[in-house]
């Protein structure tokens, strides 16, 4: 369930901070 999709997508968010 920890696709890099959806790791890739959280890491962004968290950039976003």
């Known amino acids: 369930m920890t ?3 959806c790791i ?3 890491r ?3 950039n976003l901070l």
């Open 3 to 5: 696709d890099p999709d």
């Open 8 to 10: 890739d997508a959280f």
């Open 12 to 14: 962004n968010k968290l």
